[in-house]
């Protein structure tokens, strides 16, 4: 059984950054696509980022230049490294396993951008 865990949640002042981790077990983590999506109170999931096995990274216009999704196959870990964080990504963040047309998804963790 394929789990997902995530890093707890985080409050972060407006500018800084964070790092989000999901740690796989069950499996094998290089099997699979990873991915980052988060969703706001009274909005629709959206993708961040996603990352093959192999590190080919994809991100959404809307997410290129203040994201950054990365893999450490040898840890099972995923991580999404957030810069210059502003009040507007405040969001639960999940992530996402993916392989073949299996999707296993993380708890979430709430990430809060507040002064």
Known sequence: QVQLVQSGGGLV????????SCL?????????????????????RELVA?????SNTNYPDSMKGRFTISRDNAKNTVYLQMNSLKPEDT?????????????????GTQVTVSS
């Open 13 to 20: 002042q407006p500018g800084g950054p964070l790092r989000r």
């Open 24 to 44: 796989v077990s069950g499996s094998i983590c290089r099997l699979y696509t990873m991915g980052w999506y988060r969703q706001a109170p009274g909005k629709q």
């Open 50 to 54: 996603t990352i093959t096995g192999d």
């Open 91 to 107: 969001a639960v963040y999940y992530c996402k396993a993916t392989l073949l047309r299996s999707d296993y998804w993380g708890q």
